[in-house]
């Protein structure tokens, strides 16, 4: 009797196991596959009228089409919404 319990203990304890190593690797894809807005991420970012990089936390933020400009300053955001008047 003493064997069966040991080896139904044994098989609960791979079963565990199992499940913890698929759980850690899907937790893994998701935090990989996850994208998060450059404020976060730390990531810098371009200011597309004088070509500057910076800290998006820092940079002036103007929402584009679906996604968001960085300006260095209010001047460099003011003349890109000029140029854009220009184009049209
Ligand atoms: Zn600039």
Same mark, same amino acid.
């Given at each position: $009797?003493?064997? *069966? *319990?040991? =080896? *139904?203990? &044994? ?6 196991? *199992? =499940?913890?190593?698929? $759980?850690?690797?899907?937790? &893994?894809?998701?935090?990989?596959? @996850? @994208? ?7 990531? $810098?970012? @371009?200011?597309?009228?004088?070509? $500057?990089?910076?800290?998006? =936390? &820092?940079?002036? =933020? ?18 890109? &919404?000029?140029?854009? @008047?220009?184009?049209?």
């Amino acid at each position: $009797m003493g064997a *069966i *319990i040991v =080896r *139904i203990l &044994l098989l609960a304890m791979v079963v565990w196991v *199992i =499940r913890y190593v698929l $759980m850690s690797i899907q937790g &893994l894809g998701k935090g990989n596959s @996850k @994208k998060k807005p450059a404020e976060e991420t730390g990531v $810098m970012v @371009k200011d597309p009228v004088c070509g $500057m990089y910076m800290d998006p =936390r &820092l940079a002036v =933020r103007m929402d584009g089409r679906g996604k968001p400009l960085y300006f260095c300053s209010e001047e460099c955001k003011s003349k890109y &919404l000029a140029y854009k @008047k220009t184009d049209n």
